[in-house]
């Protein structure tokens, strides 16, 4: 069949891609970035789209022209920039549902999530139910899917529980014991599978859970124990505490954990596991299941341990910056500096000019740093200045190589620390 995918470049939508391509479907992917998919998957037909700004149904009429299946796999777990719910998971998803039904689509799944339903109360979950109710009053063939936590490879939000494992002391929201019912990738990938096939089940909300609820303590219990991280200790923190460390989230990159998050988990996510069941014939793979199947590798030692620490690099790097650019120019004795610039051989009407030159140049690195401004070019460029600074330090004050206290000896470590921001800041997102 002929399958339009939006979403192919996330978590679920690149295993759902994959395993679209492997079953022999011709499969379009509409991405922001056209030609990184096609590399990605060579042989593909990749179009370009953006849910950000594509709201009208005339936006995507020619994308959908002539495709059997549309499948939405477009989703955000938190607003950042210009990425906020109504527009990600209401009005694109509106417009595209409509443009399928004019196009006369044979089936449009949409992949949602379990708890976007009646009771519904966060941003969230209410931007996702708004795209599914209007998806119920179109006449192709439809089929919501209502996804607990998915985890697998690449889940973002598995990534948070599984550092949050690692922790010498697990902070537990009140005593852990608010429910989920998380689903392996597999079998949400084999849901849709079933669902595109003509006879597969049609205009149905579908919960897709795993076999039982698990609390978060025994999550965490059970991801320790796969990560080899023995038993685990745990601190008990009220609600309102929970929800207010949740607002510094947004400092640690695009992680999950945002207030709203902390609201839904405390609610509880689970559904009955009878309606996978009954749609596709299947009961899926457990927590514990899919843990023993899979043993840990060093690679999940190392991302779960790496987790936390792109932020405390970064603002580590940035305080560097910031504090030395400060203080060299506006905090010691002037005639210090100057006598420090002298011994370089700057001196005369050059010495102010170099002076806070060089410290407005550390201070505006520093905002960069913070502001996570183009990651890769800033690392060379600190990187670059570090070898001016002490290439001039070395040619002038050679003896400084020598300082107990390392003032030009730092620069080694620090120019590693930059290198490993610049892999960790890449990937973190």
């Known amino acids: 069949m002929k399958i339009l995918i939006t979403g192919a470049t996330g978590f679920i939508g690149s ?14 992917v509409c991405v922001r970035n056209p030609a990184a998919a096609e590399q990605h998957w060579p042989g593909i037909t990749a ?21 059997d299946v549309v499948i939405n796999a477009v989703g955000i777990i938190r607003e950042q920039g210009k990425n906020r719910f109504d527009a990600i998971h209401t009005q694109a998803p509106i417009a595209l549902f409509k443009a399928s039904a004019a196009a006369q689509v044979k089936k449009i799944i949409q992949i949602s999530a379990l708890g976007a339903d009646d009771s519904a109360f966060s941003h969230y979950h209410l931007s996702k139910k708004a795209a599914d109710d209007l998806l119920t009053s179109l006449q192709p063939d439809w089929l919501i899917l209502q996804p607990s936590i998915v985890y697998g490879p690449g889940a973002k939000s598995m990534g948070l529980f599984k550092a949050l ?48 609820p698990v ?46 998050a902390i609201t839904m988990l405390q609610r509880g996510n689970t559904g009955d596991v009878g309606e996978y069941q009954a749609a596709f014939n299947h009961t899926p793979i457990s927590l514990a299941d899919a843990l023993a199947e899979t043993p840990a590798q060093t690679a999940d030692r190392w991302y779960a341990g790496l987790y936390f620490l792109p932020p405390l690099i970064r603002f580590s790097i940035a305080f560097v910056w910031l504090f030395t650019g400060v203080i060299s120019a506006w905090v010691i004795p002037l005639e210090y500096s100057y006598a420090l610039l002298e011994r370089a051989h700057i001196s005369g009407m050059l010495a102010p000019i170099m002076l806070y030159g060089a410290a407005t140049t550390d201070i505006l690195l520093g905002i960069a740093v913070l502001a996570r401004y183009r990651v890769s070019l800033l690392g060379y460029a600190q990187i670059l200045l570090i070898l001016i600074y002490s290439a001039i330090i070395t040619a002038t004050q050679p003896e400084q190589w020598l ?16 290198l490993v921001m610049m892999i960790l800041e890449k990937n973190h997102d």
Not at 188 to 211: F, Q, S
Not at 403 to 418: E, Q, R
């Open 165 to 212: 494992a690692c922790l010498p002391v697990i902070p537990l929201i009140e005593q852990g014991d608010q429910p989920i019912q998380p689903i392996h990738i597999s079998d949400l990938i084999r849901a849709v599978m079933e669902c595109i096939r003509p006879t597969g089940p049609r205009n149905r909300r579908i919960a897709l859970v795993g076999p039982a």
């Open 215 to 260: 609390t978060m303590k025994t999550l965490y219990e059970q991801l320790g124990a796969w990560l080899g991280r023995g038993r685990r200790r745990f601190v008990s923190l009220p609600y309102r505490m929970a929800l207010q460390l949740a607002r510094w989230g947004g400092f640690m990159g695009a992680t999950p954990l945002t207030p709203e």
């Open 15 to 28: 295993h759902l891609t994959r395993a679209l391509l492997q079953a022999g479907h011709e499969v379009t």
């Open 47 to 67: 179009i370009p789209g953006n849910f950000q700004t594509d709201h009208r149904s005339a936006d995507w009429a020619p994308r959908v022209t002539g495709v």
């Open 403 to 418: 300082h107990p206290f390392g003032p030009v000896s730092k620069n080694v470590p620090l120019i590693a620390t930059i």
